[in-house]
């Protein structure tokens, strides 16, 4: 595994720290502020195993909700719509496949435009 300098980009939800990067898989940490929400969106081809290491939040995804607590993981793969909502301030390390911009964002709280696909 590639190791990078640790880089910290704050977001209007909260920030992610980028952790690490290798040729099948990134690792960075998620942290959301109580009562935000992230896109409910998919992607294309990449796949995302989530673990929530302190806090709760609610995946909400095309199935239903379920809320994920601390030791909780789930895999989120391509084409899932799928949207986080913290429940508490929540920190979440995601492992996912690398170099892969091809998100769907579907409804955004934040601004971002929705992908002309929807």
Known sequence: ?????????????????????EDE?????LEVKKGCRLSYQYHEKKKETMHVYEGEMKLIHEEGEIILKPGDSITIHPKDKHRIEALTDVKIIEVSTPHLD????????????????E
């Open 1 to 21: 595994m590639r190791f990078v300098d640790i880089k910290v980009i704050d977001k209007p939800w909260g920030r992610e720290i980028i952790l690490a990067v």
């Open 25 to 29: 898989y990134a690792g960075k940490i």
């Open 102 to 117: 091809d998100v769907v964002r579907i409804r955004d709280d934040f601004g971002r435009a929705p992908n002309p696909k």
